[in-house]
């Protein structure tokens, strides 16, 4: 090398670390002088609100320093239990909360949101038809959307849990279209959890050492749960694959994948309720990953508009591997699909496009 070039070289060296050291002094002083972060506000509309509240305010949505305000909004013949939800979070004395807002008034609920977990919805009740359900849902998603979209905070990011989740995720946007498309998701976590417990409960390992399971698709009993491209930490730090560790192709193929399917309905059955301690929990792994980043090498399951990624058709709200940095999502692109696999993936895609088009027909 030049004498000059490694003098350049020194020099640009030497400008790095004065920035690192003043960018380290800076934290310092802000750490000694108790300067906090701003609140980011949180929506949570619905029921389950009751199971994620209170994870949201320990941080375990946007991290243990990171002040929330929350906003609740429900239905008018719940508002005097939104009341007692309010009073008991007041009473739990959360340190990281702020603020908390109880109200049925969706502008009320919506000025000034960051994050939107929309939990509420229309449940399927005896002798409904998917339509009706469908249609009850896109009126109470287009007033919630409209609402979001003239006070939200600009870059609001919105997670849609409430059933079904892609295709009310898809009327949302439909009826804020100013929301970036990026920042409409559903929750398909719930599912990618699912698959985790069950890999780990057949190897008898750590869930925290089972990675990288896909689902795609709907959050509906035609969701794809995928192990092709799944690990497993090794004692010597490396990493197995979970088709390798199980050595039961025909168990991951068939009661493997209906377990986690059906998972939802079987909790239903035994609880006389559906999942909500879970369903709290993933909704904010998934805020959490999205806002703060997944760990090196690990993906996890949203479900996001598809952008034709993997054969899929564009415009839909599909469940897809992603990475999450600096606040954005990114598919996982370039993974080896197996024809298995394929069919599956396509016969989950069918049964959105047929969803999208019943919303859209009630739409009209
Ligand atoms: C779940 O997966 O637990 C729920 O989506 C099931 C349901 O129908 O509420």
């Given amino acids: 090398m030049e004498p000059e070039h490694l003098i350049l070289l020194q020099k640009i060296l030497v400008v790095l670390f004065c920035v690192a050291l003043f960018w380290k002094i800076i934290k310092y002083m802000c750490g000694l002088l108790n300067i906090e972060k701003d609140p980011v506000t949180v929506l949570v509309t619905g029921q389950i609100g009751y199971a994620l509240v209170p994870m949201i305010a320990r941080g375990a949505m946007l991290g243990p320093d990171q002040p929330v305000i929350l906003h609740m909004l429900d239905i008018e013949p719940a508002a005097e239990a939104l009341k007692g939800v309010k009073m008991e979070l007041i009473d739990a004395a959360f340190p990281l909360l702020r603020d908390v807002v109880a109200t049925t008034d969706a502008v009320e609920a919506c ?213 999450c940095e600096k606040g954005q999502w990114s598919i996982v692109q370039g993974l080896k699909i197996d024809e298995f696999s394929r069919g599956k993936m396509d016969a989950t895609a069918k049964e959105l496009v047929e969803e999208k088009s019943l919303a859209y027909s009630c739409l009209n």
Avoid at 144 to 156: I, R, T, V, W, Y
Avoid at 194 to 209: D, F, M, P, T, Y
Avoid at 285 to 314: A, E
């Fill in 111 to 323: 000025k000034g949101v960051n994050i939107a977990v929309m939990v509420g919805g229309f449940p399927r009740k005896e002798g409904m038809e998917r339509k009706d359900v469908m249609s009850k849902n896109v009126s109470i998603y287009k007033a919630q959307a409209s609402a979001l979209e003239k006070h939200a905070a600009p870059d609001c990011k919105v997670l849609v849990v409430a059933n079904p989740a892609n295709t009310n995720a898809l009327i949302l946007k439909e009826f804020a279209p100013s929301i970036p498309e990026k920042n409409i998701t559903c929750l398909t976590r719930l599912d990618h959890n699912r698959a985790l417990g069950q890999i780990s409960e057949k190897l008898n390992v750590h869930v925290s050492e089972v990675k990288n399971v896909i689902i795609w698709g709907n959050h509906f009993s035609t969701q794809y749960p995928d192990v092709n491209h799944a690990t497993v930490k090794a004692t010597n730090g490396g990493e197995k694959p979970v088709r390798e560790l199980v050595a039961n192709d025909n168990w991951l193929n068939t009661e493997f994948i209906t377990t986690v399917q059906q998972r939802g309905a079987a909790i239903i059955k035994a609880r006389k309720l559906s999942s909500a301690l879970s369903a709290a929990s993933a909704a904010c792994d998934h805020i959490r990953d999205w806002v703060l980043g997944t760990p090196k090498g690990t993906w996890v399951s949203m479900g996001v508009y598809s952008d034709g990624s993997y054969g899929v058709q564009p415009g839909l709200i599909f469940s897809f591997p992603v990475t």
